[in-house]
């Protein structure tokens, strides 16, 4: 079996996935898009699965491509391409009747102005990752400060009880991590495990639903005692969770084998994939 890794970089968690891969008998070979030279031309399915680790514009490109000459990635190319766009996510999971705050997208950021009124705002770049572009703003005068690139995305700010939960999905199990936010220092990502309680768990397993995936992570602050979803990751860090890296490398080897038999959900169909070796 051959699994490539489209990444930016590697944390400890997936390091340790690919060290356990490899004992398994697994060739995994990294793939980062960023330092080197792509031959469009020279562009083939290689691998039997890719893990779309990274979420940046090249690896996304790159994976799309795979996609699109029948290679089987995880999560599916279009899945995580949605993801990576907030504002779909945020639309989707009112749909889908999940607690979210109150969202709004503009490309004006003077928009915004008369929801100040009546609270401060949480704005986010609408393809934002790892926290980046993040900003709460409580003033008008804030606004003027925003970067006036592309569309924004503007939640209703709650504050925190306390820390945020951090919901992890691996093959239908969850694990939760209290973290707190920001993040200063390493432990911060550790941050302490908790089991998810019936709510909690049930607003996760609406979100694999909405999506159609069983591997991802659910941003969730609790204000007032009520839960909100404020994000869901495409391929969360898993730092924290008991035993990830063994739950992971297994939960890889299985869509591995799935995608052997052309059987991995959302892959394209076997009979159109021809792999070059």
Known sequence: MRIGIIADWLNPVITHVIQLLVERGVQVDVIYPEKMLVDMATVHVAHDLYLLKSGTELALSLAGSLHALGGATLNPYPTVERLRNKIIVMRVLQQWGIPTPGAYVTVISGDLAPLLETGPLIVKPHRGSRGQGIRIVRHMDELAALPGEGPTLAQRYYPSDGV???IFCIGGQLFGIKRLWPLRTYEDKLGEPFTPGAELSEIAV???RAFGIDLFGLDVVLSG????????NKFGSYMGVPDGPRLLADYFQRAGELALRGELPGAPAAAQVKRMT
């Open 206 to 208: 609406r979100c694999g």
């Open 225 to 232: 005692g009520r839960p909100y979803v404020v994000d869901v």
């Open 164 to 166: 945020d939960r951090k």
